[in-house]
């Protein structure tokens, strides 16, 4: 995953409402894919699920996330960074499990 949230999160949502993979989730709560349920990556601030995070590729030309944060919390993550043919076969497995 190429995108992450900061501690830097003031937890306003916006960028939940932007993302087309469903992958940005409240802090606390478990994130599903494909119906199951998985354990929620922060307890502390909201988070992206890196199994359904896409970088938007399928879907737009950059992340939506990012200039939707308004405290600039969302970053790429350069420790860990997906070709586009990653993203876009995440993205190909996603459209067939589900979100």
Known sequence: MAVKITEECIACGACEAECPNNAI???GKPYT???EEFPALSEDYT????DKCTECVGFHDEPQCIPACPTEAIVLN????ETPEQLTAKKEHLDKVGR
């Open 25 to 27: 989730y409240e802090a």
């Open 33 to 35: 894919i494909g119906g």
């Open 47 to 50: 988070y992206i699920a890196p």
């Open 78 to 81: 350069t420790d860990t960074p």
